[in-house]
């Protein structure tokens, strides 16, 4: 993941994604908010699926963000989201 659209993706990850997935991205199993920090991926990975999974949502247990966040910051919080499971 590109380091600068990582870090501009961060503050977009703890604003929108945060209280489901966690600050750390490790997930909230009681909501059902799977880890995004791990090597695992639910719905494929890389960023087209990551990309897809933000815009829509999922299986109508995560929201659809199409009409939240810009194309622009769905970016760059794909990029924030990618690079939580490269971190060892």
Not at 2 to 8: A, F, K, L, N, T
Not at 24 to 48: R, V
Not at 55 to 75: E, S, V, W, Y
């Amino acid at each position: 993941a590109d380091s600068i659209r990582v870090e501009r993706g961060k503050p977009l990850f703890a604003q929108t994604c945060a209280a489901c997935h966690g600050a750390d991205g490790k997930g909230n199993k009681q909501l059902g908010a799977p880890n995004l920090a791990d090597k695992t991926w639910l719905y494929g990975a890389g960023e087209a699926a990551i990309i897809e999974g933000v815009t829509r949502g999922r299986n109508n247990q995560m929201p659809a963000h199409k009409d939240l966040l810009t194309p622009a910051k769905i970016h760059l919080l794909t990029a924030y989201v990618y690079s939580l499971s490269q971190q060892k």
